[in-house]
């Protein structure tokens, strides 16, 4: 059963950082690009970063370049999302992306930027 579950949401001020966690398992990790999209407040849900298999390639949204960093540990079957200089249009639910033919979400995880 493929799984993937975001953590490390929460609440920060504008100008804060947090690092985003996506621990996945039910497939071979190392072979799936994976991405990070977010859903806004009243908006669809929006492309983020992705991440290549390897690790070696990120692509970004321009509005996340420059602030936010995606990785992976391919050891421990998680992909990663660093966020710094967070804004409040930053406010989303975070999701987890594993890429393929059969893609697959995570449940997304709350992350709020206010002062």
């Known amino acids: 059963q493929v799984q993937l579950v975001e953590s490390g949401g929460g609440l920060v001020q504008p100008g804060g950082s947090l690092k985003l966690s996506c621990v996945t398992s039910?497939?071979?990790?190392?072979?799936?690009?994976m991405s990070w999209y977010r859903q806004r407040p009243g908006k669809e849900r929006e492309y983020v970063a992705t991440?290549?298999?390897?690790?070696?390639?990120?692509y970004y949204a321009n509005f996340v370049r420059g602030r936010f960093t995606i990785s992976r540990d391919n050891a421990q079957n998680t992909v990663y999302l660093t966020m710094n200089n967070l804004k409040p249009g930053d406010t989303a639910v975070y999701f987890c992306h594993r890429q393929g033919q059969e893609p697959a979400w995570g449940q997304g995880t709350q992350v709020t930027v206010s002062a």
């Open positions: 991440i290549t298999v390897s690790g070696n390639s990120q």
């Open positions: 039910g497939f071979v990790f190392r072979d799936y690009g």
